[in-house]
C-alpha cells in the first residue's frame, strides 16, 4: 500500500534528522566535559575526539531508540495537522494499517539497535576504556601538547614546549616553572628529550643548553645557573591492571550465571531492543484522527511516557539481586506492563473509544 510506504519514508528520513540533531546535542554537551578533564590531566588531550567518538557510539543504542520514537510521533503528528489522518480514516484506513509497517521498521531498526547494543557499545567503551588505562601507566611527559601549557601530573610542575621535531621526537624550546611556599623555580632550555634510564628503567627528561633560576621570596635570594646537560626523573605511576566494567564487557562473556551483575547487563542490553518495539506501538496508540483531540496533549503525554519508561528500566538494573524480584525479573516487568498499556490504548484508538466521555454544554 502506498500509505504504509510513505509512512515508512518519511519516518526514516526524520529519524535520519533527529539522530543527527540528537548526536550534535551529545557530542557538544560530551565534548566541553572531555576538554575538562583534558585541562585536569585525568584524560590525554590528543585522545579527545576519539574518546569522543567512542562515547558516542556506546550510546548510539539508545540515542537511536530515542530518536526513532519521535520520528514516528513527529511523522503522525505533522499528518493530524495537515488532515491526511482524517482523510484516511474517511477512506477506511485506520490506525491498524500502520501496524505491518510499523513492524517492518522495527526489525530493521532493532537489528541495528542490537548491533549496538551487543557488540559495537561495548568495544566502544573497551577501546577508551584502553586509552585512558594507557594514559594514566605512561610518564609525565608523554604525547605532549606542543604550544600549550600543561601541568605535570605528579606535582607541582607546569611547562611549555614550543616545537618538537617530528622525526627524532627532540622538543625545542623549553620550560619548566614550579612555585611553592615562596621557592619559584624556573628552567628554560634550547633544547630536550625523554630518555630511558637503563638502572631504574624509568624515563629522564634531559634538557640542553639552559639555563636554572631560583627565586626564595623569604630570604630574598636569587640564583642562576647555566648547564649543558640537565637531567630529571620523570614520574611514572605503577602499572596498574585494566579493570573492564560490566558495562564494557563482550556480550558472550555476560553469559556466566554466576556472575549476577553479568545477567542483568545482558537483559539490560536485549530490552533495549523490546523497548523499540514497546515505544512503536505507543507512538501509534498516542495518534488521533482527529485534529481536534489535543495534538500536543498527546505529544507531551508521549514524553512524559518515555521519561518515565526509561527511568523505570534505569531503576529495575541498579536493584539489589537478592531481593524479592530479581532486577532482570522488574526489568521486563516493566515491559511488560508498558506493552499491555501500549495495546490497550492502541485498541482505544482504533475503536475509537473516549476514556473519559465530554459532555456537551
Known sequence: MIIQQAFVR???????AVTIIIIAIFSVT??????GSATDGTIPIESVFVLLALKLVSYLDVILVLSLYLSALLVLGRWISDREM????TLGIGLASFLKPAMVMFVISGTIVGMFSLYLGPLAGQIGDNIEHDFRNRSDIVGVSVGEFNRIRSGSWVYFIAGQDPDTGIFSDIFLYSGEAGNDEVIAAETGYVDLDETTDGDLLV?????QYQINANEDAFSVTSFETYATRLYKPDTQSLHVPVKNRSTPSLLDKHDPQARVELHWRLSKIFMLGVLLLLALSFTSPSYRKGRFISMLFAFLVYFFYSNLLGAATTLDSNGPLSPQAVLWLTHLVFLIAGTFLFYIRYQNIRLMPLKAS
Not at 634538557?207 to 639555563?211: D, M, Q, T
Open 30 to 35: 560530551r565534548l566541553v566535559g572531555f576538554l
Open 10 to 16: 518519511e519516518t526514516t528520513n526524520t529519524w535520519i
Open 86 to 89: 482524517t482523510a484516511l480514516n
Open 207 to 211: 634538557l640542553k643548553n639552559g639555563s
